[in-house]
Structures are given as C-alpha cells and as structure tokens.
C-alpha cells in the first residue's frame, strides 16, 4: 500500500528560528495534505497542496509530485509552535498519514 | 458553522462492554471518514461514506467493529465487545465528496477500555 514517511522525526527550536520539515511519499497519483496537532487537540488542516507551492502566514508548503516528496517551512517560529505536524497523502478518498514530525519551540 | 462534531469526548467502558461513537459531519459534506489514532500505530484509515453508503470498510478490524451512516448529518461507529488494545483516540472527518477535496476533522472520541 502507499507509504508516506516524515523527518525528522522530533525537532526542537529556538523561537525566531525556522523550521523545515519534509514529507516523502512512495506514489505520484497522491494529493498531499498537512496538518498540525496541539497535544489533545484536534487536527487542524494547514494546507492542501496536491502540487506547487502555496503560503500563510509564516507557513510554506511546497510539493513536487514527481519528485515524491512535500516540505513545511515554518519561518520565525513561535512557542505556539510546538506540537505534532502530520502530513498524509490521498489515495483514493482515504488519507495515509506520515508518524509526524514533533516541534518543541523554547524561548 | 461548527466544524465536524464528535460525541462523547471521552468515554471508558470495561471489557467485553459495547460503545457507540457518534460523528455529525459538515452540513453539505458527503464524505465521511473513520480514523483510530494511537501513540504506536499512528493514524490509520478506518472506514469511509459517501452520500450515506459505505464505500471503503478496508481499515476497520473484521470482528466487533462495524460503522453506519442512517442520515446524512451523522454517523456512527460501534465497538462490541471492547478489549484493552480498542482504547484509542478516534477521529471522524468529512468532506466533499471530489478527488480534491480537502478533509476537516473533528475532535475525536477518546476511548479508553479497562
């Protein structure tokens, strides 16, 4: 079945630093989606980006579909930050989720 | 509009007892997924409905589970006979049903079997 793998698998930053976290995917015919999850909360949709490269605020996500892989850029990070970014890949209509990458963000 | 709405938050039962899970999805979506998240197996895919029917059951465990849509603004899922490894965090999500759509997820039903 499709694979999707996250690295690193944990992170931890110095507020004002920027953060890159990578998605590898083991299918082309994927659209990739990027999620963000508070410890308890729910997952909180980031972007759906089947290909390209798209912005907010001080997120970036890039993915090159050929390429098999997908990336989130934090720029200037945050204490609000922290917590667990999931990516996942859509085969069919069912998600496939990475084990995701853990922020911490300290002042 | 509230997003995707999962009832109860948390729930415990003993083993060998039955939960119910309860799930009412985006007014206007027609898509509704199931996913179990736990800290080893991570998310994973449970089972899926479109426009009430299921579609994709190929997640959800073969015994003791199983999962209805009865109207379009909810849908449940069922645990017979619950076991200590059923405890888990589980996710209800809806969407349009097109390729491109994009999934929203609710809060999700903590369950945890003693």
């Known amino acids: 079945g499709q694979q999707v793998q996250q690295s690193p698998a944990s992170l931890v930053l110095q507020e004002g630093e920027n953060a890159e976290l990578q998605c590898n995917f083991s299918?082309?015919?994927?659209?990739l989606q990027w999620f963000y999850q508070h410890p308890g909360g729910r997952l909180v949709s980031l972007f759906y980006?089947?290909?390209g490269t798209k912005h907010t605020g001080r997120l970036t996500s890039t993915t090159v579909t050929n390429e098999r892989r997908g990336s989130l850029h934090i720029s200037s990070s945050q204490t609000t930050d922290s917590g667990t970014y999931f990516c996942?890949?859509?085969?069919?209509?069912?998600?496939?989720f990475g084990q995701g990458t853990i922020l911490k963000v300290y002042l | 509009n509230a997003g995707v709405i999962q009832t109860p938050r948390h729930k415990v039962t003993g083993k060998g007892q039955e939960a119910t899970l309860w799930c009412e999805p985006i007014?206007?979506?027609?898509?509704v997924f199931w996913y179990r998240q736990t800290i080893v197996q991570g998310l994973e895919f449970l089972t899926y409905?479109?426009?009430?029917?299921?579609?994709?059951d190929s997640g959800m465990p073969k015994e003791r589970f199983s999962a209805q849509m009865p109207n379009q603004s909810h849908s449940t899922l069922k645990i017979q006979s619950t076991q200590p490894q059923d405890s888990a965090v589980y996710l209800c999500?809806?969407?349009?049903?097109?390729?491109?759509?994009?999934?929203?997820f609710g809060p999700g039903t903590r369950l945890t079997v003693l």
């Open positions: 996942a890949i859509k085969g069919g209509q069912k998600l496939v």
């Open positions: 007014s206007g979506h027609s898509a």
């Open positions: 980006n089947p290909s």
């Open positions: 409905f479109r426009n009430q029917a299921p579609i994709d």
């Open positions: 299918s082309t015919a994927t659209r």
């Open positions: 999500a809806s969407s349009f049903a097109t390729d491109y759509a994009e999934q929203f």
